[in-house]
């Protein structure tokens, strides 16, 4: 085995993982090539100082602070609003023009356009009806100037 195919082994050998054969090739190898032995050796001392590094997590009266800020909620919420209305403008855009292509083509059958149409109507009956009960209830939520 070449040096090359040693190297792929190392970070291997440093972290245990290795099979008992591959281990003792490994080291027979270590023992025979000094340039492999200098670089698994500034590789264990890579891995002692990764070892000590700790991602050190913001308190939690940090994040409190930062979410209390009105600026920051209203900035967050803002951006998923118009995310939220931009991907279903898309989406509602993209649809009717392949319902309009749909409704064109002389080669679709009457019965499928029908089909289609019926669907559409459906489904706008059902979003206006969930989005009439969601204001419903948003507008009698008792909970709804509760801070959370």
């Known amino acids: 085995m070449a040096c090359d ?28 090539c000094k340039q492999c032995a200098a670089q698994l050796q500034e590789f ?31 900035e967050r919420g803002v951006g998923w609003i118009i995310f939220s209305v931009a991907a279903i403008l898309l989406t509602i855009y993209g649809g009717f023009k392949a319902i309009e292509a749909l409704i064109k083509d002389p080669a679709v059958e009457t019965t499928l356009k029908i089909a289609l149409l019926a669907l559409l109507v ?10 009439r009960e969601r204001i419903f209830f948003w507008s009698k939520d008792r909970y709804k ?4």
């Open 5 to 32: 195919e040693y190297n792929d082994l190392m970070m291997g050998y440093l972290d245990e993982e290795l099979t008992a054969e591959q281990k003792r090739r490994f080291e027979e190898h270590l023992a025979a």
């Open 122 to 131: 459906g489904l706008a009956i059902l979003f206006v009806s969930v989005l």
């Open 145 to 148: 100037n509760v801070r959370r």
């Open 44 to 74: 264990r001392q890579l891995k002692a100082i990764t070892d000590q590094v700790t991602l050190v997590e913001p308190e939690d009266r940090l994040w409190q602070q930062y979410w209390d800020g009105i600026y920051n909620r209203i």
